[in-house]
């Protein structure tokens, strides 16, 4: 059994052909469950509704969380879609290939995609890793995707710190969101998503190392997303660009 084996379980409900809750199991070195024997672990991942949602004791009955490969409210649905936005002008309007290196619910990952970006997406927790996995699954089956023959973002399992050094190229942009400490403890992590992320993975310590290694990875930027009362991750940014009660940092390598 992996270190995973008391924070998860896998969860098999009679849906689907058990082989597949398995192998999960057994990749993810957990224990396969069923609802009649739940065991005691805090949470799950299972198949509903053709995604893999995770769980917790209080969503066993409400379905889960997944990830979300829709398109943003407001976001234009043509591709790629305009590069508007605090978010885009960060990343830069010429830049061409992306390295999300904490994708987490990869809401940002998706988002650029979507914009045209050339994706790479780098996650360390192999419960995340599973749920992006099955997310860009997922994306392949979407009709504008197969319309214009897409391939969805790559996705990287480890730590982004060592993933960094082996990229085979390097990128013109490495961003990152990582785990800040809420300023209030309810507001900020007040979407269940993000509540559910940080009892997981909690806060990210090695945020300056990390900072170092995309620093050193990146051929042109590094843009760091921050809320708006943290100290920016790598002193004082070339350039800033405020959003909603955040800010996008930039870091240019001259
Ligand atoms: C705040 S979330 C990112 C949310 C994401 N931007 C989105 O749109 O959903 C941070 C994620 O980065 C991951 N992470 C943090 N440090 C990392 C590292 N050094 N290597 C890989 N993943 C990391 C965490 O496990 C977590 O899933």
Request: proline content about 6%; glycine content about 6%; some cysteine.
């Amino acid at each position: 059994m992996s270190a995973l084996h008391s924070q998860l379980a896998i969860l098999f409900e009679g849906q689907g052909d058990v082989a597949q809750f398995e192998l999960l199991a057994e990749t993810l070195g957990v224990s396969l469950n069923t609802s009649t024997a739940l065991g005691d672990t805090p949470f799950f991942l299972t198949w509903r509704e053709g995604e893999l949602k995770l769980l917790d004791r209080e969503l066993l009955k409400k379905g889960g969380l997944s990830i979300d490969i829709a398109p943003r409210s407001g976001e234009q649905r043509s591709y790629p879609a305009p590069k508007e936005g605090a978010f885009a002008q960060a990343i830069g309007r010429k830049t061409k290939t992306v390295v999300d290196a904490t994708t987490g619910w990869a809401q940002d990952s998706l988002c650029l995609f979507r914009m045209g970006y050339d994706m790479t997406c780098i996650e360390r927790s192999p419960i995340m890793a599973q749920l992006i996995a099955d997310a860009f699954a997922r994306l392949t089956h979407e009709s504008w995707v197969q319309k214009l023959e897409l391939a969805p973002p790559r996705l990287l399992h480890g730590n982004a710190i060592d993933v960094l050094q082996n990229l085979d190229t390097a990128p013109d942009c490495v961003y990152l969101d990582p785990m800040f400490p809420p300023k209030r403890k309810k507001s900020a992590l007040s979407k269940k998503s993000m509540t559910i992320l940080h009892e997981l993975v909690g806060e990210d310590l090695d945020k300056e190392h990390l900072f170092e290694a995309a620093f050193a990875a990146t051929s042109k930027r590094v843009v760091v997303k921050s809320p708006d009362y943290a100290p920016p991750l790598g002193g004082k940014p070339s350039e800033s660009f405020a959003g909603k009660l955040l800010r996008y940092d930039v870091y240019f390598k001259s």
